[in-house]
């Protein structure tokens, strides 16, 4: 049965508008939900984020403290809420690490893996809001601050794009691709789909 459900794509996707919307439907459904987030969903998680999104550091230093923020959230948060009964819903989880450190940044994608295995928990499902880089760039433009990451250029950001493709095409099974160049309403459509099927 489906019950960890996480949302990725790259920044300027919109998956947190459709993620919001898209819990909601499950609730009117008479699920017992809960929504969570990456990098934090616990307090010392948030301020591994606020480090991450705002202190220059390496490489391996991210990753593992991406991890690190993972290994927090899957124990205090996660499984709990799972072992309880309750559905969770995360704005992104590990693939966002093989997408932004590993395709993104170069670090080598068997070393996540290891940091995968590590923390040891998958989704059941994970919807990957895909965007053409430059739709996602004129969304991001509303934003008053950019974080460290959202100041990538461009060709950061297809590299993520690039990554979070080959994550799909390692298990297809877990993944569906969501057409989020779409209008809003188009995209609910693709979710009010996905939700007739869980
Ligand atoms: P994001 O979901 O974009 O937060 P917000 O919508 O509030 O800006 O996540 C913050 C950033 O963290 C995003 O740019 C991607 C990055 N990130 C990684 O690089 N690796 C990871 O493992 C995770 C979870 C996030």
Same mark, same amino acid.
């Given at each position: 049965?489906?019950?960890?459900?996480?949302?990725?794509?790259?920044?300027?996707?919109?998956? @947190?508008?459709?993620?919001?919307?898209?819990?909601?439907?499950?609730?009117?459904?008479?699920?017992?939900?809960?929504?969570?987030?990456?990098?934090?969903?616990?307090?010392?998680?948030?301020?591994?984020?606020?480090?991450?999104?705002?202190?220059?550091?390496?490489?391996?230093?991210?990753?593992?403290?991406?991890?690190?923020?993972?290994?927090?959230?899957?124990?205090?948060?996660?499984?709990?809420?799972?072992?309880?009964?309750?559905?969770?819903?995360?704005?992104?989880?590990?693939?966002?690490?093989?997408?932004?450190?590993?395709?993104?940044?170069?670090?080598?994608?068997?070393?996540?893996?290891?940091?995968?295995?590590?923390?040891?928990?998958?989704?059941?499902?994970?919807?990957?809001?895909?965007?053409?880089?430059?739709?996602?760039?004129?969304?991001?433009?509303?934003?008053?601050?950019?974080?460290?990451?959202?100041?990538?250029?461009?060709?950061?950001?297809?590299?993520?794009? @690039?990554?979070?493709?080959?994550?799909?095409?390692?298990?297809?099974?877990?993944?569906?691709?969501?057409?989020?160049?779409?209008?809003?309403?188009?995209?609910?459509?693709?979710?009010?789909?996905?939700?007739?099927?869980?």
């Amino acid at each position: 049965m489906t019950k960890f459900i996480t949302f990725e794509g790259v920044d300027g996707a919109g998956k @947190s508008t459709h993620l919001a919307w898209f819990a909601e439907a499950l609730r009117q459904r008479g699920l017992d939900v809960i929504v969570t987030r990456e990098p934090g969903g616990t307090p010392l998680g948030e301020q591994l984020r606020e480090m991450l999104l705002n202190q220059p550091m390496s490489i391996g230093t991210e990753a593992m403290l991406m991890f690190a923020a993972r290994l927090e959230h899957v124990e205090q948060v996660i499984e709990p809420a799972l072992r309880a009964g309750r559905w969770v819903i995360s704005d992104r989880f590990s693939d966002a690490s093989f997408a932004y450190q590993g395709a993104g940044r170069g670090m080598d994608w068997d070393k996540l893996k290891q940091l995968e295995r590590w923390v040891g928990v998958q989704p059941d499902l994970t919807l990957f809001f895909d965007v053409p880089v430059e739709v996602a760039r004129l969304r991001l433009a509303n934003n008053v601050s950019l974080d460290r990451f959202e100041q990538e250029q461009d060709g950061f950001f297809n590299r993520v794009r @690039s990554g979070y493709h080959r994550r799909v095409a390692e298990d297809p099974q877990r993944f569906r691709v969501i057409d989020a160049a779409q209008t809003l309403d188009a995209v609910q459509q693709q979710l009010l789909d996905i939700v007739a099927t869980i």
